[in-house]
């Protein structure tokens, strides 16, 4: 006989942990006991040794599908003669708790096939869950993860909703959110004015027959409202544009299966494989020509974000609408936000902030406690590589290469996401969104409040960007707690050594929009040397100099940049032909004219997004913007995949550091537009001739450093093209590459980076 205490740590806490072991102690035979703890779940089993090594090999094969293993320590103990069974212990609480809580999961078969059963009492019940589904870090207010301390406190478990929760052999015992018509949370349909139309089901039958008539609905979800509409419905999505201010940027789409996404998209493997997971995210996809949908859904891009039902209440949505649509039902499904704030949470403020745009309102009284946007992914080389990290994969942390004392990185100021660190463990925060206005910061406060209250860590320093006017500086100068700036490039290298808890020197290219640089200039295309163990910081090299007419205004208007370049390359008015943006700004371009040669507002930028913007306003693509990165978005989109040919982009060598030449590759841009080349085969020679310049550039300097190791990262890393041919170009020369695989590349990653460059300055100065 043998007796041992397992000590499990990780995500096994609310996922249906203990009532696997329990059933598989019990089909053993086993002795002992199961209970949560600070530590983590804490097992002690007894029996023959055979018995316990039979027991262990079918623990470790067949976890519940949400638990994730992190330490499993394994500690001998003495027998105990009297003990006769297996029994689950009352949890207990404590500071210091090594337990993480489950993100948001999606509707599991099992809960499926009980709301589709007319005889279950669960049938069509738009709040069905249990431990394998369901919301969890959306609902919950503090730790320990019990009923108590989530949003379903106020929801008293009727007598059959009690005993599934605690009897260990039933799927729901302790799902803290379990529910069923009886005693759980209701539904109801208002108009924009608040008033009740219909309550329950007959609420979705109804919200299903507006749809079809093509009013535009905000639906409460797991994070948040979405705004909805009909997706075949042009005048519907027109309409939804217009009232939320949204000109051209993609829309996301809900359809009820795999197999209608197939119609409307060209879906790999591993598209269909992230479209089915049960995090259940927006996926990015290849949108096949007359696939039904309205024309503005996605204009400036070939591609379609997807995803599918992931909450019962969809799920019963989209069979209500199979009953009125010839064809699969497809809808709109974005954030219920008005553009540039945080998704709206609560019933009243969705009503007051969405009033204007939604004719009605499909509530319910569960409380959304945290903001969680959906996250957005696309499949690059059969691998996941993320837009937006939210619903379903935080709050999962990253881990990391060895552990350190808690740091808090509070991110730039766009795509904002924050960042607590936690021994190996870094827990980033669901995309935030942009700080430019008080619901954003206030919605920053709240996640940082949150977070460090559930993961019960008190930060000792806090890391932020060098910009000294972000609202996330400004945080953290007056938190009263140690600070110390990293600027964004070399923040963004180290996000992707964390990611890849990698610890040593490396080559990093960070390819970019904006971020203020040492120099005060605006970086955003540079070749940085870093060394994660050491925290040496070199700038090696950075693209060609462009100037920013009207500093902000040129980011926003691409012309005035290509406008820059050609003024910088000794062009100061047409030739062959006439610029594309002067029909509409003729009078501006005479007055960017001046300020360039007065070099007035010009700030210098080495930027790679502006030199994208450059040559998309050129060709005439894109003259002015209505969403970031909406002129890079469409000169990627217009591709001529089978040009071979490709611009020269030579490097220049300086006193003190090398640059890449994107000034010469501009003028070729402009050499060719003159000839009336297709604009498809110069986007594509453009695209092959700066990861030409790139690649060159990264071997010539891991030679010169003797580093093997080239690290990517920045928002530029979205783009397929330049994502696919560097990794692949750089490896085929023998170097090791690092990029993003848990984490976006564009700025949502600079808080990682930031907390672990203030993590080792931490260790560092304790060794000294």
């Known amino acids: 006989m043998k007796r041992y205490q397992w000590i499990i740590t990780g995500g096994v806490q609310g996922v249906g942990f203990r009532p696997f072991v329990y059933k598989t102690a019990l089909d053993f035979g086993i002795t002992g006991h199961i209970a949560n703890t600070p530590q983590g779940v804490v097992i002690e089993i007894q029996g023959h040794q055979n018995t316990l090594l039979a027991f262990e090999k079918v623990f470790t094969h067949n976890l519940p599908p949400l638990a994730h293993i992190l330490e499993w320590n394994k500690i001998p103990l003495h027998i105990q003669a009297k003990e006769k069974n297996f029994c689950i212990l009352p949890s207990t609480s404590g500071h210091g708790h090594h337990v993480l809580i489950s993100p948001d999961v999606g509707t599991c078969p099992d809960c499926l096939k009980d709301m589709s059963d007319p005889l279950n009492r669960r049938h069509r019940y738009v709040f069905t869950n249990c431990t394998n589904c369901g919301p969890r870090y959306t609902i919950t207010r503090s730790i320990p993860y019990d009923r108590a301390t989530t949003s379903m406190s106020c929801f008293p478990l009727c007598s059959e909703c009690q005993h599934e929760y605690t009897n260990p052999l039933n799927r729901r015992f302790h799902a803290q959110p379990n529910a069923c018509p009886i005693c759980g949370p209701k539904l109801w349909l208002t108009d924009n004015m608040g008033q009740k139309v219909l ?126 649509y010839q064809e699969p039902p497809a809808l709109v499904m974005t954030s219920g936000n008005i553009s540039s704030e945080p998704i709206s949470l609560g019933n009243r403020e969705a009503l007051r902030r969405l009033q204007h745009i939604a004719d009605f309102f499909l509530l319910h009284d569960r409380d959304i406690l945290i903001r969680c946007d959906d996250s957005v992914v696309r499949v690059l080389d059969n691998t996941p590589l993320f837009l937006r990290r939210a619903r379903g994969f935080t709050p999962s942390p990253i881990d990391m290469a060895q552990k350190g004392p808690c740091v808090l990185g509070v991110g730039p100021l766009l795509k904002n996401t924050i960042c607590l660190t936690k021994d190996n463990q870094a827990f980033v925060s669901q995309h935030i969104g942009d700080l430019e206005n008080l619901e954003s910061y206030t919605f920053f406060k709240e996640i940082i409040n949150h977070l460090t209250d559930i993961l019960q860590v008190t930060p000792q320093a806090i890391v932020h960007d060098l910009h000294p006017d972000f609202l996330s500086t400004q945080y953290a100068l007056t938190s009263g707690l140690p600070c110390w700036s990293l600027q964004h490039h070399f923040a963004h290298i180290h996000a992707v050594l964390a990611e890849n808890q990698y610890r040593g020197p490396v080559i990093g290219l960070a390819l970019d929009g904006t971020g203020l640089g040492t120099d005060e200039t ?247």
């Open 199 to 324: 309550e329950n089901d007959c609420a979705m039958q109804e919200t299903a027959r507006l749809l079809h008539t093509g009013k535009i609905l905000a639906l409460k979800g797991l994070g948040g409202f979405h705004l909805c509409c009909d997706a075949r419905n042009p005048e519907a999505v027109r309409l939804l544009r217009q009232r939320k201010n949204r000109q051209d940027k993609p829309l996301a789409i809900m359809v009820r299966d795999v197999a209608t996404a197939r119609t409307l998209c060209q879906l790999s493997p591993g598209e269909e494989e992230l479209l089915l997971s049960w995090q259940r995210p927006i996926v990015l996809a290849h949108t096949r020509s007359q696939n039904g949908l309205a024309p503005g859904i996605s204009p400036d891009t070939n591609y379609l974000g997807l995803m599918l039902p992931y909450t019962p209440l969809h799920h019963v949505l989209f069979h209500d609408l199979a009953q009125r």
């Open 522 to 768: 605006i970086w955003g295309g540079e070749a940085l040397y870093v060394d994660s163990n050491t925290l040496t910081h070199q700038r090696l090299a950075r693209f060609s100099h462009l100037p920013l007419p009207g500093g902000d205004m040129a980011t926003r208007e691409p012309w005035r940049l290509a406008r820059a370049a050609l003024y910088t390359l000794g062009i100061h008015e047409p030739s062959a032909k006439v610029w594309p943006w002067l029909d509409t700004y003729k009078n501006a371009d005479t007055l960017v004219g001046q300020m360039l040669v007065k070099n007035l507002n010009t700030p210098l930028s080495s930027s790679c997004g502006r030199i994208f913007d450059a040559v998309a306003a050129m060709l005439g693509l894109c003259s002015s913007i209505s969403y970031e990165g909406q002129a890079a978005i469409k000169l990627e989109a217009i591709q001529d995949k089978s040009e071979r040919k490709s611009y020269h982009c030579p490097i220049l060598e300086h006193d003190d550091y090398l640059e890449l030449d994107t000034l010469h590759l501009f003028a070729q841009v402009h050499d060719q537009w003159q000839k009336n080349i297709c604009p498809t085969k110069i986007s594509r020679r453009f695209h092959l001739g700066l990861i030409s310049g790139l690649v060159q550039l990264g071997l010539a300097l891991a030679q010169k450093h003797s580093c093997e190791t080239i690290a990517l990262s920045g928002g530029v890393m979205h783009n397929m093209t330049m994502a696919h041919h560097l990794e692949t170009r750089l490896t085929g020369l023998g170097l090791k590459v690092l990029t993003h695989k848990k984490l976006p590349p564009n700025d949502a990653c600079i808080s990682l980076g930031q907390a672990a460059y203030g993590q080792r300055l931490l260790e560092l100065h304790k060794e000294q």
